[in-house]
Nanobody
Framework: QVQLVESGGGLVQPGSSLTLSCAAS????????MSWYRQPPGKERELVAA???????NYADSIKGRFTISRDNAKKMVYLQMNSLKPEDTAVYYC?????????????WGQGTQVTVSS
């Protein structure tokens, strides 16, 4: 059974830091690109950051220089370190695992964790 379980969300003040964690199980973690997405209130879900099994990273322009994605393949964990948080970072953050196989792909999602940045 595939599971992605996010944790670490909460209510923080602008300028604060927060680290999200995602625990993966039920699939071959090393074969998957791991990503964080977010969905702000009333908006579409958007890619925040992605990391390949080999450690290559990709970031959305809106969070470059403030957020860092990392993964621990041995522990099957992925993290999102968020610094200098802004009110516009308020969203539900989702962990995603994706693997492309031929013309298709495997795509798994966590249940999400709420991050609220407010004074």
């Amino acid at each position: 059974q595939v599971q992605l379980v996010e944790s670490g969300g909460g209510l923080v003040q602008p300028g604060s830091s927060l680290t999200l964690s995602c625990a993966a199980s039920g699939f071959t973690f090393n074969n998957y690109v791991m990503s964080w997405y977010r969905q702000p209130p009333g908006k579409e879900r958007e890619l925040v950051a992605a990391i390949s099994a080999g450690g290559s990273r990709n970031y959305a322009d809106s969070i470059k220089g403030r957020f860092t994605i990392s993964r621990d393949n041995a522990k099957k964990m992925v993290y999102l370190q968020m610094n200098s948080l802004k009110p516009e970072d308020t969203a539900v953050y989702y962990c995603n695992a994706q693997r492309r196989v031929g013309a298709g792909q495997y795509d798994y999602w966590g249940q999400g964790t709420q991050v609220t940045v407010s004074s």
